[in-house]
């Protein structure tokens, strides 16, 4: 039994996607009606509330295990990650008061602002998915035992954002790498696939439709 780390990839490549979009949508110069700015707020509070639930599953149920595990010498990321979180989600927050400004995607000033807002919790993220992927998951596959890793993203799954698994699932799934795709939707049981193609997925494209 190996680590299966597509769970956690699909996250971060779903959230970086979307920063991605908000940002080329807050930063162009075309007029965003009244629909498509309520669509964006919606689907803002979905991927912040994506990050919320990831981080708070990774510092409730993965990183205290993996610091017990790993040897002091080796556990200067950790310190880092955490500071890294405490900005990004300070530039999320930033981000989300902007965006409910009634004039947010209409006044120049306001737009600006919030576009430099999103862009910076999109560099933030980036920088704070990056350290993850590339100094801590080494940590995990060398110190914990793939038990371990199962229950985190068990614990994870339990409660993945707003509107549980049938919101989360289709913007996890929106363009993933198919290992990605295959290692989220492995652990779903057949109802839950059908409910996938049949019901969550075909609400996600009506709803992002006329969004990007």
Do not use: C
């Amino acid at each position: 039994m190996s680590h299966d780390f597509g769970a956690m990839f699909a996250v971060h490549d779903a959230v970086r996607r979307d920063l991605a979009r908000t940002v080329s949508l807050t930063g162009g110069t075309s007029p965003v009606p009244a629909e498509r700015a309520d669509a964006l707020r919606a689907r803002w509070a979905l991927l912040h509330g994506v990050v919320a639930a990831h981080e708070l599953a990774e510092d409730q149920a993965l990183w205290p295990r993996l610091r017990e595990a790993v040897p002091a010498e080796e556990s200067g990321p950790f310190e880092v990650a955490a500071e890294q979180q405490d900005a990004l989600f300070d530039a999320l927050d930033r981000t989300t008061e902007l965006l409910a400004g009634a004039q947010a995607l209409s006044d120049r000033s306001s737009r600006e602002e919030l576009t430099a807002a999103a862009e910076r919790s999109a560099v933030l993220a980036d920088q704070h998915f990056g350290l993850e992927e590339r100094r801590l998951l080494p940590l995990v596959a060398a110190w914990l035992d793939p038990s371990d890793w199962t229950a985190f993203v068990t614990a994870w799954a339990a409660d993945p954002g707003p509107g549980g698994t049938a919101q989360v699932l289709p913007f996890l799934l929106d363009g993933a790498h198919p290992d990605r795709a295959a290692s989220v939707l492995g652990r779903l049981d057949d109802g839950q696939r059908t409910q996938y193609a049949e019901k969550w997925r075909p609400a996600y494209r009506a709803s992002t439709a006329d969004l990007w």
